[in-house]
Every structure is written in structure tokens, then in C-alpha cells.
DNA sequence: TGAAATGTTGGGGCG
DNA sequence: ACGCCCCAACATTTC
């Protein structure tokens, strides 16, 4: 009997459900299921890492054990298993940042050469990016023209793909064991951080249930607040693939269409045209979008950015963000744009540094989600904030966290400051202070830059580069 | 997915 | 009754 063997090789898709590339391997016959840790690869984030440790023993689990692991080179792993086993096709779901297209297209080459039937599956976007282009067939660049198009004219994303019945999971011999790919530190920082979060297939399920049922009727207004629960915390689970965005589409949009879910699904598009601009301009991972921002004079200052890092800029609801970040892997989206807004306006520190901190402590680090976001504050990405947008994190705070609810959580040395004084205590009198037990510059710092000053600098700055390219050549 | 500066309006206190 | 001033509240402009 002929049967069909094939190779499922498992990247950004760590789930059984709604997995295209598995899907199709598992009715066509038996499967090998296989992840490699490719030593050629950019280096992950260290939180990344940790997820990816946890995230492959849930789906060894879920694959009754008979998950293959290894590290080394994909092509020649790919190339040594074909020479053993009576391999029939490799399958995989595409990748989409610039060095997997390239090596992914360099093995589908090499592999087909030898004699196997190499097929690769969209399951981590609504819409390939080179499908939706504007009449000029340029790629967008404006979020709401990109979105209008996709929605609208671009093909409805597919429905999700029930789990692979009865899948034939090949036993090969001599794998390699999850803890042998030593994705773990050798510290124990990590238990602390993971314990906010349940990696997995399934956790991502629960949590986009949650979600649907009890969150999303407040979404459009409180995803705005840091201290409230009202967001998805998907973010990880679609980087690594433990979800699919296409079962988050059906489900919402099958739910209801009210502004809410509308929103939802907007940011959820906002993660595809990050992806579209990655793949189209691939050079942004190093390089501004916008060319004018070459010669902007960002400032070199290694203590100042560790003071941004460590929580500790003396102005509260930027510390709660950071430490936020560093003890549970994740920072709430509105603290986000804030506290990156300071480091690349008000201190003018180059957005990529802000993009490699965020990078190695967020459990969620995406390459193009990242990438654009950092861009998108500093100005210089696509559709990006106007250079004269400049949050102030004191009425920020005010504004979206008024009762203090997420400064008291993250920042304890001010447990005790009234309210009045949490978004700012530099102003409280030297009383309440004293009350509240705080001595500025030794309990808690004061704030490391003057908020008026520093936003007037960066105006001035940002609006240099705005007249040097007005000037005729 | 901002904030500050500046302009306008309208109600109430008060001579 | 009336005009004047003050100022909060809102609107518009500017960076």
C-alpha cells in the first residue's frame, strides 16, 4: 500500500486546531510532526523564549508525546529525515518575517530538487499581503485605506478548519527533548514572569472565550484603561500561533457587529497591516519607513535609558508600565504608546532601542507588530503619529487611570500618596509627602526629565526635520 | 490612539 | 435695568 507520509513542520502555528498545514497532512496519511529550534535565526527575546518552552509542552501533550524537536538547520534536518523515512510531503505554514521568506524559499527549492512534494498554508493572516495592493498596485500605507480594501474588496477570510480527526502521529526514534533545547535561563527570574500566563492552544481558547462573552461589550472604551481587564491578552498566543486570527474573525464577527466588536476586529487588522509593511518594505526592522528621519538627533544616553527600563524615571505611570513589562511579560496597550512616547520624545532615545527592550521582555515580542508600533510613535512609520502628538504622561494617567488603580499596583513606594498627587508627586507639598512617607530622589525618584522642557525640545527638534526636508535640494 | 495656546460664549455677581 | 467683569466651559488653532 501506498500511503502518504508527511512531514508537518511547525513554526509560528503551535496548535492542532484550525491548522491548515496539518490538516491536509493528516488526510492524506500519516504525519511526522516537527519543530526545529534553527540556530541561523535572529535571537529571540528572552521572555519569547520562555513561552516557546512552555507553548511546545502543551503541544507535545496534545500530540500524545510524539512531538519531534531538534536544533540545527532546517534543510539539512528536512534533507536527513527524507533519507530515512518514506517521507511523501513536507507541509508548513508560511512565515512572514524578511529571513524566513528567505530561507523558507531556499528549502522549498533545495527540498523539491529531491524528490518531495513541498506545500506551504496561510494560517497566521487574514490576507496575504501581496494580495491586497491599491490600484497603482503599490502597497498602502495608511491603516484605514489598507483596511477599507481588505475589508471590503479583498477575499473573506477563510472559516476555520476543525482539528485533524484521528491523526497518525509517525513514533520516530531518538528525539530530542523539549528541556534539551535549553529555551529556559539558568536564573529563576522566569517562574515569576510565566506564572501570569498559561501558555497554549487551549488557554487561548478559554481566553478568547472569556473575551467574547464577558469583555468585549466594553471593549472600544476599556481597552483604554490599564488597570481594568477589558482586553483579549492574545497578543502571545497569535504571535506564536496558539490561536489563529481567522477563529478570532469568524467568532466576533458571528457575535455581533456592534462598535465594539468593530474595534476589536480593527486592531486585529491593525496586526495585519504590520505584517503587510514588513513583507512589502522588509528594511524597516532596521531602517525608518520615512527616509526624513535618517538625520534626526537622537540622543546616545546609556543611564537614562536604564533608568526608563528599570521602572524608575520618577514619573509614575511610566514606572508602573515598565515594571509592569518586567514582572509579568506584557504591558497594557494604552501604557504602551506612553511610556514609549517618553523614551523617544521626551528623552529622544532612538526608537530602536526602545524596540529591542520591548523585544526581549514581552512574551508577545513580534517582529512586525513591534517593529511598526515602535515606528508608528516615533513618527517615522507608515500613517504614524504626527510628530507634534506628545503624550503627557501626568494627564494621561488622569485620564486613564483615575483612581490610580494601576500606579498603586506596579509602584508600592507610593502606596500611601493621595490620589490627587499619584500622577504627579513632585507637586504635592512637602507635607503630604511626608505623610505618605515619601522622600523624593531617595524613596521614590524624582522625575528624571522636566515634562515641559523635555516636550519643548522635541518639538523643536522634530520640527527641524520637518523644515530641512521642505528646503529645496 | 495629544496637548497647549488661543478664541468665543454665556451666565452670574455686582455696582 | 443695564453694562461690566470674571471665569468656566467649550471650540478652534497651533505645535
Partial sequence: MDKNLTIHWFRQDLRIADNPSLYFAARQGSVITLYIVDKQQPAMGRASEVWLHYSLKKLNRALKHKLMVCQGEPLQILTDLIKQYPVTHIHWNRCYQPWQIKRDQKIKLQLAKQGVQVKSFNASLLWEPWGVLKKDQRPYRVFTAFYKHAFSKAEIPRKSLACPPDLENYQLPLTTKIDDLNLLPKSNWYRQLISHWQPGERAAQSLLDDFLNSKLYNYKTGRDFPAFDFVSRLSPYLHFGEISPHQIWWETTSLNSSDNSQHFLSELAWREFSYYLLYHY??????????????????????????????????????????????????????????????????????????????????????????????????????????????????????????????????????????????APWEAPAEVLQNAGVVLGESYPKPMVDLKQSRQEALSAYKNLTFEEDKPQ
Avoid at 341 to 350: D, E, Q
Avoid at 362 to 380: E, I, K, P, R
Fill in 282 to 423: 522588509p528594511d524597516i526592522i532596521n531602517q525608518n519607513l520615512q527616509p526624513k528621519f535618517d538625520h534626526f538627533p537622537w540622543r546616545q544616553n546609556r543611564s537614562q535609558l536604564l533608568r526608563w527600563q528599570q521602572g524608575q524615571t520618577g514619573i509614575p505611570i511610566i514606572d508602573a508600565g515598565m515594571r509592569e513589562l518586567w514582572q509579568t511579560g506584557y504591558m497594557h496597550n494604552r501604557v504602551r504608546m506612553i511610556s514609549a512616547s517618553f523614551l523617544v520624545k521626551n528623552l529622544r532615545i532612538h526608537w530602536q532601542q526602545g524596540a529591542a527592550w520591548f523585544w526581549d521582555c514581552l512574551f508577545d515580542a513580534d517582529l512586525a507588530n513591534n517593529t511598526l508600533s515602535w515606528q508608528w510613535v516615533a513618527g517615522c512609520g507608515a500613517d504614524a503619529a504626527p510628530y507634534f502628538r506628545i503624550f503627557n504622561p501626568v494627564l494621561q494617567g488622569q485620564k486613564f487611570d483615575p483612581e490610580g488603580d494601576y500606579i498603586y499596583r506596579y509602584v508600592g513606594e507610593l502606596s500611601k500618596l493621595p490620589v490627587k498627587y499619584i500622577f
